[in-house]
C-alpha cells in the first residue's frame, strides 16, 4: 500500500465482515450474521434447540481484538522500518477461531461438533461442577479441570467438616478415589458403563450442593482456593464493592462528583501502566469546561 511521503509509517485498519476480496466480499453484514457464518451459533445452545445467538456481539468483539492485534503488529513493523500497512480483518475468519476444537474435530475425524448444552460433552450434572447455592448468594465450582485438584479433595475438606455423608461407603468410595475428567471420558464412551455410573454421578452432586448450601460463598472461594480446587464467587455488585482483592489492590478510586453528588467509589481502569498510570476524573458538569473548548478552537 502507498502513502504520501509526509506520514509513510501510516497503517490503515478496515474490518468488513467477509474481507475485502473473495466472492462474498460485498455481502451485508452484522453480528448475528458474522456468528452464523463463522460457525459459532452452530455450537451453541441445547442439543435440541436450533443454533443459537451468543449474548453481547461477539462476532464484532471477536473481529476487533483481532484487529487491535494486526494493528499492533503493523505499528511494530512500522516503527522498525518507516513503512506502513494495510490491516484488513474479516469477521468470519475471526470468529472461526472461537470454536475450540470443533475445526480440528471435522479436520481429523470429519465428524461435525454440535451443541452440548450446559452439561458438555459429558450429558449429566457432575459433582463439583457449575453453580451450587450458598447461604448468601452462589460460587461456581470447576473442580475436575486440568488447572485444579480433583475431585478427592474436595472430599478430604467434607471429611474435616463433617460432611461427607456416605461418601466413603462401598458403592461410592472407589468412584470418589478415581473421579477425574479422564474416568468420566472413558466412562461415558461405554453405555453400559455409563449407565451404571449416572446415578452415583448424580447422588455424589446431591452431597456436594447441600456441602456449598451450609456455608457463605466468601468462605467457599477462599477455603476452596486454599486448597487449589477452582471455585469462584458469582459475585453481586454489593460483593464486588466489599470485594477484599479489589479493596487491597486499591483498584476503587475516591472521586468528588459536582452536581450535589458528592464523594463515590468509582471503578479503576482495566489496566496498570506502571510509568504512565491512568487518572480516573468524574464527568464535567454541564459547560464546565466550554470556555477551555473555545479557546483552544480559536487558537
Known sequence: MTFPARIPRLSTRRSPGFGQDGPHAGYAYSDIVGQAMGGLMTLAGERTDPPNLIYGNQANVSASIQAAQGTLLAVLHAEATGEGQRVEVSAQEAVSMSQETAMQTWDLQKTNRTRTGALGMIPIALPGMGVYKTLDGYVVAYIMAPAGADFPELVDWMREEEKEQDLD???FK?????????????AMADPESAADLAGVISHLNDVVAEFFSGMDSKTAYEEGQRRRLLVGIASTPSGLAENTQLRERGWYQTITFG????????PGPPYRLSETPAQIDPPPLLGQHTEEILAGLSN
Open 169 to 171: 461407603e462401598p458403592e
Open 259 to 266: 452536581g450535589g453528588v458528592g464523594e463515590l467509589d468509582f
Open 174 to 186: 472407589k468412584v470418589v478415589e478415581g473421579l477425574n475428567m479422564a474416568m468420566l471420558t472413558q
